[in-house]
């Protein structure tokens, strides 16, 4: 039971953290593309990035684990909003704006996750 209140405690926070990002991005862009949803993703990507470094590194619980990745990032970043949102670009004939968000999606969002573990092998090595 204590493992699901974790989860959900983590989903809560991160949920309210992808809500407020992605709004505060919309207050300065206008659009159809979807500027929100992807930096929110992205920022989600390097930060699993660098914490997947840092956790490799110290030996933190599973639980700890499970309330960060799955919890918290798992709430903060959206596939499904940035599925529907491709979709919604799709129909409405707007196919460059769509195969740019699914291109700069999954490609920076690869690789800020290895830009965020890259990082943190080199923050542990100086720390160190």
């Known amino acids: 039971m204590s493992k699901i209140f974790l989860l959900a405690s983590g989903g809560a926070i991160g949920t309210v953290l992808r809500y407020s990002l992605s709004g505060f991005t ?4 206008s659009g159809v593309f979807p500027w929100g949803t ?3 993703n992205l920022a989600g990507s390097f930060v ?6 840092l956790f490799e590194i110290d030996n933190f619980s599973t639980n700890v684990r499970h309330f960060i990745f799955i919890g918290i990032l798992g709430g903060f970043t959206t596939f499904s909003t940035f599925t529907l949102e491709s979709l919604n ?6 196919i460059k ?3 740019s968000n699914i291109l700069a999606s999954n ?17 542990v090595h100086i720390l160190r």
Not at 26 to 29: D, E, K, L
Not at 89 to 94: K, P, S
Not at 107 to 123: E, R
Request: hydrophobic residues 65%.
């Open 48 to 53: 699993i990035g660098l914490l997947w470094g």
């Open 89 to 94: 670009l799709f129909r409405d004939g707007e």
């Open 38 to 40: 992807l930096l929110v």
């Open 107 to 123: 490609i920076f969002g690869l690789l800020l996750v290895l830009a965020g573990f890259i990082i943190s092998k080199y923050l």
């Open 97 to 99: 704006l769509a195969l």
């Open 26 to 29: 919309y207050r300065f862009v």
